[in-house]
């Protein structure tokens, strides 16, 4: 510092300290508690709103300025093209995938099994056939079946008594002259 404005200055700090009020008064120092809160308040809702603000407009020209690329190259940007989009599209693709595998194989297992169930039945068949042909040949071979049922009946035991006067013959009715003789009637 030059000698002269050493020697202009006085040799007391009352101006100094003077000047404190002023200071204090726009850097809000002294102030009481309620004041001092509220004014911090504002400047901190005011702070943090100049940072959304400025966020907000930083990401309203970043999405202008994606918007306006795309309209000039036509080749819109696509927001579901990240890393984990893409690996959930692959996995859900897989899963569907093996879905309808094992529904095809399933459905082939029972197809399989149902050819394999008509080739033991067609070969059964065949054999029941055969069965049935050897039986109907044992039933030739045996004779012809008796005209009447040899099971016993309860009228069986009843007896018809002869009709005096009338001549019957099986098979042709009333036959007049007919002899008694035919007419038994313990044979019916």
Not at 94 to 120: F, G, P
Not at 158 to 168: E, H, Q, S
Request: glycine share 4%; net charge positive.
């Amino acid at each position: 510092m030059p000698n002269e404005f050493w020697d202009r200055t006085p040799h007391h700090t009352n101006l100094v300290e003077t000047a404190h009020a002023g200071t204090n008064r726009s850097t809000q120092i002294n102030l009481r508690p309620l004041e001092a809160i509220q004014r911090c308040v504002a400047r901190m809702i005011y702070a943090k709103y100049i940072e959304t603000f400025d966020r907000a407009r930083t990401l309203d020209a970043s999405v202008a300025a994606s918007i306006t690329a795309a309209k000039r190259t036509c080749i819109f940007r696509n927001p579901h093209n990240g890393q984990i989009d893409r690996m959930t599209r692959s996995i859900t693709r897989q899963t569907k995938n093996a879905r309808r595998r094992a529904t095809h194989q399933d459905l082939n297992d029972n197809i399989d099994d149902l050819r394999e169930r008509i080739t033991n039945a067609s070969q059964a068949q065949k054999e029941l056939r055969a069965q049935l042909k050897d039986l109907t040949e044992q039933k030739k071979e045996a004779g012809r079946t008796p005209r009447h049922n040899q099971s016993t009946s309860k009228f069986d035991d009843v007896k018809i008594p002869p009709i005096r006067g009338l001549n019957v013959v099986r098979g042709l009715g009333v036959v007049p002259g007919a002899r008694a003789a035919l007419f038994d009637a313990t044979s019916y």
